[in-house]
C-alpha cells in the first residue's frame, strides 16, 4: 500500500493477534510470527475479566467469541483447606473460553483480514527497531536462584461446580476451576516449587487434583481428565515491569505478568495491544515517529495498570502466604465487600 509502512509483530499470543487485528481493520500491512501452530493449548485459568472485554466490543471480537462457544461467567466461591465462602455474584461478569478456541480464532480473524501469519516460525530479531513491535509474552525469570512458581493446566469433563469459578488455595499455591466451551472444565493452578523437589511433570500433574480430603479432591473425584489438554510452564517470574523502561514497543505480558490469581493477565493483553494501534497506525502513515509512538504506548499502558499491579503484588502475597488462606477465607466468607474491592481494584 503506497505510503503505508509495513508493521512485524513478534508473537501471535492474544495480544499480537489482537494487535494484527486493530492495524488490519485500519488497513495497515502487517506479518505476525508465531513460534507455535493454531490450535493448541496454553497454561492459562481462561477467564477473561475486566476491561479487556469492552476492548473486545470495541475491535468486533466479542462476538466471535460468542460463535466460538465462550460461556459467562456469573459467580465465584473460595476454598481454603479448612474454610469456603458461598458462591457469590462476580461484580461483573467474566467471559470463558478455552486458548485452544480462542487463539485459533483470533488468527482466523487476522488472516480473514488480509494479515499475513506465520506460524510455527520463531523470529530470529534482536534487534527491535523500527516497524517492529514484541509481543513475545512473558520474559524469562531474571530472579536469583530461579524463580520459584510453575503453572498446570488441564481440561476435564464431568465435574460439577458450585459457582462458575471456584478458587482452591493451598500452601502450594492455588487451582482455579471454572467453565469453558464444550462443556468443559478447565483446572489451572500456579504452584511453588520446593527446592528439593524432583520436577517430573507426572508429578506435578497430581497437584491440580488437590490433596487427600480437601475440597478440591473432592470436586475432582469423578473428573474425566483430557490428556492432550494437558500443559506446564515454569518460570515465571511475578516482579512488576513498566512499559517506560524498555527500549522497544511491547505489549501483553512483554511488557510486565500480572500475578495470574487476578485473572487479568488476558484482559491486559487486549487493552495493550488496543493502546498500540492507533500510535503504530500514525507512524504507518508517516504521522508519528517510531521513538514518539513508543513513548506513547508506554505511558499510556503504565497509566493504564500502575495501580492494578500494584494492588496484584499485594493481593498475590496474602492469597499465597499459607498462613493468612484460613482467616482470609473465612474473612471472605463474613465480608462479601472484602473480595469484591480486591475483585474490581485490581482490574
Ligand atoms: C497459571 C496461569 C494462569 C493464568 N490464568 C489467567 C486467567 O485466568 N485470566 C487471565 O486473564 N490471564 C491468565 N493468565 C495470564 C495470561 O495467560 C497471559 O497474561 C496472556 O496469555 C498474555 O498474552 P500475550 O499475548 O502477552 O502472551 P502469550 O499468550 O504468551 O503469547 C506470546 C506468543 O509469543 C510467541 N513467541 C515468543 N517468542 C517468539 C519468537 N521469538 N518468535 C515467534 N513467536 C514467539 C509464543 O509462541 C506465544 O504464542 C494466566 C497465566 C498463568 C501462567
Redesign the pocket.
Known amino acids: 500500500m503506497a505510503g503505508t509502512k509495513h508493521i512485524t509483530i513478534?508473537?501471535?499470543?492474544?495480544?499480537?493477534l489482537t494487535l494484527g487485528i486493530g492495524l488490519r481493520q485500519r488497513d495497515v500491512p502487517v506479518k505476525i510470527?508465531?513460534?507455535?501452530n493454531y490450535p493448541r493449548h496454553?497454561?492459562?485459568?481462561?477467564?477473561?475479566?475486566g476491561r479487556g472485554q469492552a476492548t473486545l466490543e470495541r475491535l468486533k471480537l466479542r462476538e466471535l467469541l460468542g460463535q466460538a462457544g465462550s460461556v459467562c461467567a456469573q459467580t465465584a466461591a473460595f476454598f481454603s483447606e479448612t474454610k469456603s465462602t458461598v458462591p457469590r455474584s462476580l461484580p461483573t461478569p467474566a467471559i470463558c473460553i478455552s486458548?485452544f478456541t480462542l487463539?485459533a480464532a483470533l488468527a482466523k480473524r487476522f488472516r480473514e483480514l488480509g494479515g499475513e501469519l506465520r506460524e510455527g516460525?520463531?523470529?530470529?530479531?534482536e534487534d527491535f527497531g523500527e516497524g517492529i513491535v514484541r509481543?513475545?509474552?512473558?520474559r524469562a525469570q531474571a530472579e536469583k536462584n530461579g524463580s520459584p512458581w510453575f503453572?498446570?493446566?488441564i481440561h476435564a469433563r464431568n465435574v460439577t461446580l458450585a459457582a462458575d469459578l471456584e478458587m482452591h488455595v493451598s500452601s502450594r499455591g492455588y487451582v482455579?476451576l471454572c467453565k469453558i466451551n464444550d462443556g468443559e472444565v478447565n483446572v489451572?493452578?500456579?504452584f511453588r516449587k520446593y527446592a528439593d523437589e524432583n520436577g517430573e511433570s507426572k508429578n506435578r500433574r497430581e497437584l491440580l487434583r488437590g490433596q487427600l480430603g480437601s475440597s478440591l479432591r473432592e470436586r475432582l473425584a469423578s473428573a474425566k481428565f483430557i490428556e492432550n489438554s494437558f500443559c506446564a510452564?515454569a518460570g515465571?517470574s511475578l516482579r512488576p515491569q513498566q512499559a517506560a523502561a524498555r527500549a522497544e514497543i511491547c505489549?501483553?505480558?512483554?511488557i510486565t505478568?500480572?500475578p495470574?490469581v487476578t485473572?487479568?493477565?488476558?484482559?491486559?493483553?487486549f487493552e495493550s495491544a488496543e493502546l498500540a494501534i492507533e500510535q503504530l497506525a500514525a507512524w504507518s502513515r508517516n504521522k508519528l515517529t517510531w521513538n514518539e509512538a513508543r513513548q506513547k504506548i508506554a505511558r499510556d499502558c503504565d497509566a493504564m495498570f500502575a495501580r492494578r499491579l500494584a494492588w496484584a503484588k499485594w493481593l498475590q502475597h496474602i492469597i499465597l502466604a499459607p498462613a493468612l488462606q484460613n482467616p482470609l477465607i473465612a474473612f471472605a466468607a463474613r465480608n462479601g465487600r472484602f473480595w469484591r474491592m480486591a475483585f474490581e481494584r485490581t482490574r
Not at 10 to 16: S, T
Not at 33 to 36: R, S
Open positions: 513478534v508473537g501471535g499470543g492474544l495480544a499480537g510470527y508465531d513460534a507455535g496454553r497454561v492459562c485459568g481462561e477467564f477473561i475479566s486458548r487463539d516460525e520463531r523470529s530470529r530479531i509481543a513475545t509474552g512473558r503453572g498446570l493446566k482455579g489451572c493452578g500456579l510452564v515465571i505489549i501483553g505480558d512483554a505478568m500480572i495470574p485473572g487479568n493477565g488476558m484482559s491486559m493483553a
